[in-house]
């Protein structure tokens, strides 16, 4: 599995790297200015509060659920999705799986971020090791050769976008894995662990919830 690296960090690293910043339109800025009025409220209580009718009600994070779940499909972002959550996550555990999911749509929500799936995956896209997943950007071409953790996490990418609770790290944004140390890893704020990886949010976003 190839994950995260910058300039020789290996595996999964969401990492804080600086970026030009994206520019939001007035809207965009009001809509994520009021999703961060909400994050006081719990994930779980929250995703009740939005969800619609047909959304993903219950998640239970385990194999055996997951691979009775129909195959997915879905339109780009599911697609970007999916791809991130194979190249970052294939070999995690289901609730690995969804937490990776979950930092990219707290990312998505954020307004540090670029405000798409595909936007906040392929950040960077481009400038060799200088993008947010590596696997982006580290030279090597992209082939999904598990096509069974491939539709696995396809249906992960299928209930994150569908509403399924974010409950798992607490707003996280960044996560970097157990073999490296990173130095803003010092200053971030550490809300979980799971699996290989270790999930932060930034000081900033901590404030504000």
Not at 104 to 119: E, H, Y
Not at 130 to 147: L, P
Not at 150 to 177: D, I, M, N
Request: aromatic share 10%.
């Amino acid at each position: 599995m190839r994950s995260l690296l910058i300039v020789g960090l290996a595996l999964g690293l969401a990492l804080p790297v600086a970026m030009p910043a994206v520019a939001d339109t007035p809207m965009d800025q009001v809509v994520k200015q009021e999703r961060r009025g909400l994050f006081g409220l719990s994930s779980f209580r929250l995703s009740r509060l939005l969800r619609p009718e047909g959304k993903v009600e219950d998640v239970t994070y385990t194999r055996e659920w997951l691979d009775g779940l129909p195959v997915a499909k879905g339109d780009e972002q599911w697609a970007c999705m999916a791809e991130a959550l194979y190249f970052e996550a294939r070999g995690e555990s289901v609730k690995g799986q969804f937490a990776v999911a979950e930092v990219i749509l707290n990312r998505v929500d954020s307004p540090r971020f670029p405000n798409t799936v595909c936007g906040v995956i392929k950040q960077g896209t481009g400038r060799k090791y200088q993008c947010q997943f590596t696997y982006t950007c580290d030279g090597i071409a992209e082939v999904i050769r598990e096509e069974g953790a491939y539709e696995r996490v396809g249906k992960v990418a299928k209930l994150a976008l569908s509403g399924a609770p974010r409950e798992l790290t607490e707003g996280a944004t960044y996560y970097h894995t157990k073999a490296v140390s990173p130095n803003w890893s010092r200053k971030f704020p550490r809300t979980a662990t799971i699996g290989v990886h270790h999930f932060y949010v930034h000081p900033t976003e901590l404030s504000q919830k």
